[in-house]
């Protein structure tokens, strides 16, 4: 019970960063460089962490359908520490 509560708070507070994170990078820049308006290649961190959440609701694949919902989370987390010169 206490370990799929903890999961499913995993599920939503990670989805929900990596899905804001590949919105907000995703989306149309305002600097006034040649980058195009939207860099759609930053939903794929979102891509890859609806399959590992897909692949939870499988008994035999739900350690792997964690380990691919961490590492989009892990990358957004570190491209932020970087951002604020933490890390």
Known sequence: MFENMVRHSWNVLSGVVVLACSLWLSGP???ETDTPDYRWYFMLWFLLWTIGFLL???QQTK???VLLTLIPT???LFLVLR???IF
């Open 29 to 31: 820049g305002i600097a």
């Open 63 to 65: 350690w792997l359908g």
């Open 74 to 76: 892990l990358f957004y």
């Open 56 to 58: 939870q609701f499988k």
């Open 83 to 85: 951002a604020l010169e």
